[in-house]
């Protein structure tokens, strides 16, 4: 068993919160009870998610996407509603880190699409970040761009969108999970061969022609499961307590 506030704290501390301009709060969004014994961790706090914590007797629920986020509307009705009132009446907690676990160098999505593709020697992709949410990478080997394709594709458990370019060969990779395609303009300025991210528009068709940079669509949603899995477990053996994964297949 462990205090709530000690693991928010520790959370808070290990990941830097305080230092990133987020879309939503970071840390403790719902609180619930006091002392926590079992965590579930889940991509999104998704009413599904919720009802795992539920049937699981979870004290805490660990997101990557959670709420309050800006523009959203005040009023807590519908949906939201439903979602927040399964928490409050059933005492759980809702934590959610949004930027803080996409940049953390060891725990984050980032981090972990990197050891998934076996990238080495990590920089920034915007060296102007004092902790960056994008990467760059390089390949052991260079690929061919198909190659490359079916090797994301296989590493990340996702069909991947390649939106192709005219360069021949990929070893240098940008990567940023999520809805980060509009990073594809830092990977250019950084000549990569390469740019992953989550989520495609349409524009980025143009883009990656236009730049000469092969573009990777890998789902928001399958590159962004990991970062939740290694701070749960990062929590559980800090405080040895019990942790889970609640893995709902969103195609996005």
């Known amino acids: 068993m462990a205090k709530l506030q000690d693991i928010i704290q520790w959370c ?5 919160a305080s230092e990133f301009k ?16 079992k965590i579930l961790c889940a991509v999104t706090a998704s009413q599904s998610a919720i009802e795992a ?6 004290d805490m629920l660990l997101v990557h996407h959670g ?4 523009g959203e509307a005040y009023p807590i009705t519908g949906m939201r509603g439903q979602r927040i009132r399964s928490l409050i009446k059933n005492d759980i907690s809702l934590v959610g880190y949004h930027l803080p676990l996409d ?4 725990l984050g999505n ?28 390089y390949l052991q080997q260079a690929m061919r761009p198909e190659q490359f394709k079916t090797f994301v594709s296989e590493k990340l458990g996702f069909d991947a969108i390649h939106l192709a370019a005219d360069k021949t060969e990929i070893q240098k990779v940008g990567f940023c999970t999520g809805g980060a395609q509009d990073y594809i303009h830092k990977a250019a300025a950084q000549n990569c061969d390469a740019y992953i991210s989550g989520e495609v528009s349409e524009r980025t068709f143009y883009e990656a022609q236009e ?4 573009y990777y669509a890998c789902g928001h949603h399958a590159t962004e499961r990991y970062g939740v899995q290694r701070l749960a477990k990062a929590i559980s053996e800090q405080f040895n307590i019990e942790s889970h994964y609640f893995e709902l297949n969103n195609p996005i």
């Open 53 to 58: 914590a539920i049937a699981q007797g979870a």
């Open 103 to 106: 940049s953390h160098p060891t």
């Open 22 to 37: 987020d879309y939503a709060p970071n840390g403790l969004q719902i609180e619930g009870t006091p002392e926590v014994n």
């Open 211 to 214: 730049l000469n940079l092969h």
């Open 110 to 137: 980032n981090a972990a699409i990197a050891d998934l593709l076996a990238l080495e020697n990590i920089e920034a992709l915007d060296p102007n970040e004092r902790r960056p949410i994008g990467n760059i990478g």
């Open 67 to 70: 709420y309050f986020w800006k």
């Open 12 to 16: 808070d501390q290990t990941l830097a």
